[in-house]
């Protein structure tokens, strides 16, 4: 469904002023309207019963390069920031538009699943507060060290809070000091259990991760430098839920990935619903790679990360004849 010029500034006006908080004046000043244009756009917007959260996504959805990157790579839905021009930094807009996305996606009685990073907790800190009935928020992976600035337990609770749910953390940690000890801890019935009910969900909310100096994986202390290289060497392209993919979307076979406690590929692919958020550009391979192993089934982005997927999309088509 295309808006028509009139439906789009109503729904941008509501956007800047609801979700945002800026002031009508501000809302002005950004549109390059009236002070009372924008007046009267809020007030259409609350007489449409335009003014929830579900609509107003609607705009960043309904863009013909989402559409193309739905086509290309077969997702059900993607928001696009960066061409609206509610911003002139689409990346900062990320946080907020994939946690109202989140919470039109989130139903009553729902199990959903959530993995760890800044992107999900700056998620997590941008989410309004929701009443939703009977949702359970499940962590998906391991934990990490007190130390850490954005642990796995820490998104999960906090999604919890937002939407008054009830939040499972797991009671190991993301990475052992050894596969055995890593396959004696999985055996466990308690975190066996976990492990296993990660593909009853409904929702998964996650990102993918890079391999470099600066990964959240090198931050925690997960993997060393030294380690990285060698691992980079053997074909890691991007983390999911802790875990190294390389560049087709397959678990790497190495040590690091048989040391860890998170789901396993098979049951993240199971839950119906997935949600991506990327907002640096530099995920571009790691979010490719994500794509390959049909990670997920929605997607958040910049208009710039989308342009840059379907150039390399269409650089790998074959020449027709």
Same mark, same amino acid.
């Given at each position: ?5 009139? #439906?789009?500034? /109503?729904? &941008? !006006?509501? @956007?800047?002023?609801? $979700?945002?908080?800026? %002031? *009508? ?6 549109? =390059? ?10 007030? &259409? ?26 086509d290309a790579f077969g997702l059900e839905t993607v928001w696009l920031t960066g061409d609206e021009g509610l911003?002139? =930094? ?8 994939? !946690? =109202? ?14 993995? @760890?990073? %800044? ?45 008054? !749910?009830?939040?499972? =953390? ?16 999985? !055996? ?5 259990? *976990? ?14 991760? $890079?391999?470099?100096? #600066?990964?959240?994986? /090198? &931050? ?9 290289? *060698? +691992? ?19 678990? +790497?076979?190495?040590?690091?990935? &048989? ?50 997927? +379907? ?11």
């Open positions: 469904m295309a808006y028509r010029p009139t #439906d789009q500034i /109503i729904h &941008k !006006a509501a @956007w800047l002023y609801y $979700t945002h908080g800026l %002031r *009508q004046d501000e809302v002005a000043q950004r549109l =390059n309207i009236s002070r009372a244009s924008v007046a009267l756009y809020l007030r &259409k917007a609350r007489e449409a019963g335009i003014v929830n959260i579900s609509t107003s996504t609607h705009l960043f959805s309904d863009d013909r390069l989402a559409r193309q990157v739905e911003s002139s =930094n689409p990346a900062a807009e990320i946080p907020m538009l994939a !946690a =109202n996305v989140f919470l039109e996606m989130v139903q009553n009685g729902d199990r959903v699943c959530v993995a @760890w990073g %800044r992107t999900v907790y700056q998620i997590a800190d941008a989410m309004n507060h929701a009443d939703r009935e009977d949702v359970t928020v499940v962590e998906m992976c391991g934990n990490l060290g007190s130390p850490y600035s954005y642990r796995p337990d820490q998104c999960t609770m906090e999604i919890a809070r937002r939407l008054n !749910a009830k939040g499972l =953390n797991f009671y190991a940690p993301l990475v052992l000091s050894s596969r055995a000890l890593a396959e004696a801890l999985r !055996a466990e019935p308690v975190i066996r259990e *976990q492990l296993d009910g990660i593909s009853a969900c409904d929702l998964a909310l996650f990102t993918v991760g $890079t391999l470099d100096s #600066d990964s959240h994986v /090198i &931050k925690c202390g997960a993997l060393g430098l030294d380690e990285l290289a *060698q +691992l980079k060497a053997m074909g890691a392209t991007g983390v999911i839920a802790g875990q190294i993919i390389t560049a087709d979307g397959t678990l +790497l076979d190495c040590d690091y990935n &048989k040391r860890m406690i998170s789901a396993d590929f098979d049951a993240i692919r199971a839950i119906p619903k997935r949600l991506m958020v990327v907002q640096e550009d530099e995920k571009l391979e790691p979010l490719r790679a994500a794509i390959s192993g049909r990670f997920f089934t929605h997607l958040v982005t910049t208009s710039t990360m989308a342009a840059g997927l +379907l150039a390399s999309h269409a650089a790998a088509e074959p020449t027709p004849a």
